[in-house]
Nanobody
Framework: QVQLVESGGGLVQPGGSLRLSCAASRSIFSIYLMGWYRQVPGKQRELVAAIRSGGSTNYADSVKGRFTISRDIARNTVYLQMNSLKPEDTAVYYC????????????WGQGTQVNVSS
């Protein structure tokens, strides 16, 4: 099992940057996949970015070139650096972990709100 705690959300102007953090309750070294999802009211939760235990990453097309997912194994933390933010990035962002494989039951954090507005 793992508990996930997100932080770093807030209000930012369009074009600005934020860095989200996801702190895990155990070592993330062997966790197969960790990712960031986002959700707006009335819509399904969508994958934003993911990083696998081998270091490979993937991104939603809408954030490629603007967002970067990374991890600090020593700190048991995964980050999402968000640059050039747009109003359409406004959402609750959730951290996700799948321990053994792509098909493992997911663990979720409580979410952190990101608002991009002038």
């Amino acid at each position: 099992q793992v508990q996930l705690v997100e932080s770093g959300g807030g209000l930012v102007q369009p074009g600005g940057s934020l860095r989200l953090s996801c702190a895990a309750s155990r070592s993330i070294f062997s966790i197969y996949l960790m990712g960031w999802y986002r959700q707006v009211p009335g819509k399904q939760r969508e994958l934003v970015a993911a990083i696998r235990s081998g270091g490979s990453t993937n991104y939603a097309d809408s954030v490629k070139g603007r967002f970067t997912i990374s991890r600090d194994i020593a700190r048991n933390t995964v980050y999402l650096q968000m640059n050039s933010l747009k109003p359409e990035d406004t959402a609750v962002y959730y951290c996700n972990a799948r321990l053994g494989s792509e098909y493992s039951s997911p663990y979720w954090g409580q979410g952190t709100q990101v608002n991009v507005s002038s």
